[in-house]
């Protein structure tokens, strides 16, 4: 069964820090692809990180490099996001994903979502 649970999302003044936290399924976690993506009202869904299977290889979206950490425990089947320096434009809805296509920045290569956890930055 495919399953990805969010956690971790809440609210938090500008500058602070959030970690979110996303269980998989043991079969989803083999996903060649891993990543976050998030979703504000009124916008497209955009990527925010993603993990390649060995966990070796990771993107960012610009908005987010040196802020945004990406990482997998593959004894927990479990990947995160540590969010430092967090800004009011971080608000949005954040998901998880998991697929097996070959370009992991791409939305194309995801195959599951999971549900969302709500960020909101105070400014």
């Known amino acids: 069964q495919v399953q990805l649970v969010e956690s971790g999302g809440g609210s938090v003044q500008a500058g602070g820090s959030l970690r979110l936290s996303c269980a998989v399924s043991p079969y989803t976690y083999s996903s060649n692809c891993m990543g976050w993506f998030r979703q504000a009202p009124g916008k497209e869904r955009e990527g925010v990180a993603g993990?390649?299977?060995?966990?070796?290889?990771?993107y960012y979206a610009d908005s987010v490099k040196g802020r945004f950490t990406i990482s997998r425990d593959n004894a927990k089947n479990t990947m995160y996001l540590q969010m430092n320096s967090l800004k009011p434009e971080d608000t949005a809805m954040y998901y998880c994903a998991a697929g097996r296509g070959g370009i992991c920045s791409s939305v194309y290569a995801y195959n599951y979502w999971g549900q969302g956890t709500q960020v909101t930055v105070s400014s």
């Open positions: 993990i390649y299977y060995g966990g070796r290889r990771t």
